[in-house]
């Protein structure tokens, strides 16, 4: 279901995915290199159908997501800024769309679930936006208008991750994680 980006070839390959679905959607590259956590979406094949990226946030002002919208001045998010991540290099390669979104969402709840956050600041495009809130009933709040940037509208939002790994039976669509069963007890 994904791969976390832990050595030089997987993070060419993590860079290759969303690298080629944004210039696909006409976006601006960056390429930044501070430290975040990385995954690769796997289909049931195994192929490499996406990425997510999960950013420290941080109260700074010069913060990049800052300075798009000012999410520091947002008070539940400036109480506990250990609890929340940016969100960012959401992708899945055009041909591999569709069921696939069930598993990078997936990804995102376990690790929020693991990390135990409580929000994710996220610059949504305007469909996935829709999509994530009517389709997928996400705990989401858009915090303001429409912005351009980079290519695109986006809508500046907060995701309220807790909401949905505390109540996982209202979410059909998360798969179970690897992970947690690797780590299962051999006898009970």
């Given amino acids: 279901m994904y791969l976390k980006v832990d050595s030089l070839a997987l993070l060419n390959s993590f860079n290759q995915i969303w690298m080629e679905c944004w210039l696909e959607k006409g976006y601006v590259l960056e390429n930044e290199t501070g430290a975040s956590d990385r995954y690769i979406i ?21 913060h990049n997501i800052n300075t798009v919208f ?32 069930d598993r990078l969402l997936s990804v995102f709840v376990h690790y929020s679930e693991k990390h135990q956050l409580s929000h994710c600041v996220v610059l949504l495009e ?19 208008d429409k912005i351009y940037y980079k ?3 986006v809508i500046p939002a907060i995701i309220y991750p807790e909401k949905i790994y505390q109540n996982k ?19 009970t």
């Fill in 42 to 62: 796997t289909d049931e094949s195994d192929h490499r159908v996406g990425t997510i990226e999960f950013k420290p946030y941080s109260l700074e002002t010069q």
């Fill in 70 to 101: 000012p999410f520091q001045d947002i008070e539940e998010i400036a109480i506990t800024p250990s609890t929340v991540v940016e969100i960012d290099k959401v992708a899945i390669l055009k041909q591999y769309r569709g069921k696939n979104l």
């Fill in 126 to 144: 305007r469909v996935f936006y829709k999509a994530l809130r009517n389709v997928y009933k996400i705990p989401l709040q858009a915090m303001g």
């Fill in 151 to 153: 290519g695109d509208y």
């Fill in 169 to 187: 039976q209202d979410y059909r669509w998360i798969l179970p994680d690897p992970q947690a069963q690797k780590r299962k007890p051999i006898f």
